[in-house]
Structure formats: C-alpha cells, structure tokens
Nanobody, 126 residues
Framework: QVQLVESGGGLVQAGGSLRLSCAAS????????MAWFRQAPGKEREFVAG????????SYADSVKGRFTISRENALNTVYLQMNSLKPEDTAVYYC???????????????????WGQGTQVTVSS
C-alpha cells in the first residue's frame, strides 16, 4: 500500500511561482513512476506531468511545457512540481499519483495510476 500526501498549494498572482510536494510512504514507492494531475471545477482530471522511477525521464502536458518541472528525490520519497509563470487557467486542485509498477516510465493514462493523494488547491489570480 502507498500513501501520498500533497502540500504547497495556495493563492498566487499570475506570473508567480509555487512548488508542490508529494510525500510518499510504502515499501517500494521509490521505485514507482509518479505523476501530477489537476482538476478544475466542472472539468475532468487531466495529466500535468509525470516522472519515471529514477527521475531520468519526464513527460508534460503541452499546456505546461516550459513552465512546470517535475522532479523526485527518492531518498526522501518525495516528488515535486515546480510551477513558474502561473496563469489563471492553472487554477485547479492538484493531485499526486503513483502507479504500482516497478521501474515504470514517465507517462500512463489516468486510469493506470492506482494510488492518489487527497489533492492541494492552487489558485492563480489575474
């Protein structure tokens, strides 16, 4: 079993930055691929960024490429999402996800992630 706890959300002005953290617990969580998703009101949950088990490969949604960076520190069982140049359309609840596949890759469809955090709210004001 893997537990995921997100932190770092908040209110920021457009053009600002935030860094989200996701602390994972579980025996093999450091070997699992991880990702960030987000869900805005009235919209489906969408993929934002993913990272493979080693942190050597990443994947991003087109809407965040060049602005967001996903990284992980396996010694701390933590995944980060650095968000720069934030826009009002980035406002959403951000969720951390893990897929229980040893040595997995940077991207999977949403349904393939089987562990989820409770989410952290990010609000970007214009």
């Amino acid at each position: 079993q893997v537990q995921l706890v997100e932190s770092g959300g908040g209110l920021v002005q457009a053009g600002g930055s935030l860094r989200l953290s996701c602390a994972a617990s579980g025996r093999t969580s450091s070997n699992y691929p991880m990702a960030w998703f987000r869900q805005a009101p009235g919209k489906e949950r969408e993929f934002v960024a993913g990272v493979n088990w080693r942190g050597s490969s990443t994947s991003y949604a087109d809407s965040v490429k060049g602005r967001f960076t996903i990284s992980r520190e396996n010694a701390l069982n933590t995944v980060y999402l650095q968000m720069n140049s934030l826009k009002p359309e980035d406002t959403a609840v951000y969720y951390c996800a893990a897929r229980s596949q040893i040595y997995g890759t940077a991207y999977y469809p949403r349904a393939d992630y089987n562990y989820w955090g409770q989410g952290t709210q990010v609000t970007v004001s214009s």
